[in-house]
């Protein structure tokens, strides 16, 4: 089945720090790879998004990598601020499915 | 454009009580889907919609779990009789033609406490 695995949060990290969370996949077949963002009190909202390997989606200063060989959708951001404060989530969606498999989500916190 | 819309946005209630969540999808969309978020088990799918038709139930917890969508605005999500165990926060998401270019738009969610 499909599966998402992300690193375990809460990440704190000073402003304009540099961002990596990791996000590696299982899927059957050619997934298309998202990752949404959470901030307190409000719903997901979807960041960025790649659909083939190699893709690269990028939003608000974040870019993520579709790597098929590691399987993986790493998200980064070379300057954090403290209002990307958030959880982070990395989500996978298979070809013809409807269906959205997330990881559990990491928590960000950027401080002054 | 106006997103998605769910009501309440709180709803605190003692178990045993039957509790209505709401949900409007954006105006066009033709796919939703109700989510249950906790601390302990994450993001959980519940059920989604086509075109207000069930298609995928298998997340329903339990049979006391039970959603509708009686046209193409309004779905609910009932739990009757409700349990302490099924405090979380609810979701309610669409999508145009839910695929791998179609992204889910989500609500703000309801924060359900059944006391």
């Known amino acids: 089945g499909n599966s998402v695995t992300q690193m375990e949060g809460p990440v704190t990290l000073s402003e304009e720090a540099f961002l990596t969370i990791n996000c590696t996949y299982t899927?059957?077949?050619?997934?298309?790879l998202f990752w949404y963002v959470q901030y307190p009190g409000e719903g997901l909202q979807l960041l960025l998004k790649a659909t083939k390997a190699d893709d690269k989606g990028s939003n608000k200063g974040f870019e993520a990598t579709y790597r098929k060989e590691t399987t993986s959708f790493h998200l980064e951001k070379g300057s954090v601020q403290v209002s990307d404060s958030a959880v982070y989530f990395c989500?996978?969606?298979?070809?013809?499915?409807?269906?959205?498999?997330f990881g559990t989500g990491t928590q960000l916190k950027v401080e002054l | 454009d106006a997103g998605v819309i769910q009501s309440p946005r709180h709803e605190v209630t003692e178990m045993g009580q039957e509790v209505t969540l709401r949900c409007k999808p954006i105006?066009?969309?033709?796919?939703l889907f109700w989510y249950r978020q906790t601390m302990m088990r994450g993001l959980e799918l519940l059920i989604y919609?086509?075109?207000?038709?069930?298609?995928?139930d298998s997340g329903m917890p339990e049979d006391r779990f039970s959603a509708k969508m009686p046209n193409a605005s309004f779905s609910t999500l009932k739990i009757q009789p409700s349990e302490p165990r099924d405090s979380a926060v609810y979701f309610c998401a669409s999508s145009f033609r839910a695929g791998q270019n179609q992204p889910q738009h989500f609500g703000d969610g309801t924060r359900l406490s059944i006391l």
């Open positions: 899927a059957t077949g050619y997934p298309s």
């Open positions: 919609f086509n075109n207000n038709v069930p298609i995928d």
């Open positions: 989500a996978l969606l298979t070809g013809g499915g409807n269906k959205l498999t």
């Open positions: 105006s066009g969309h033709d796919y």
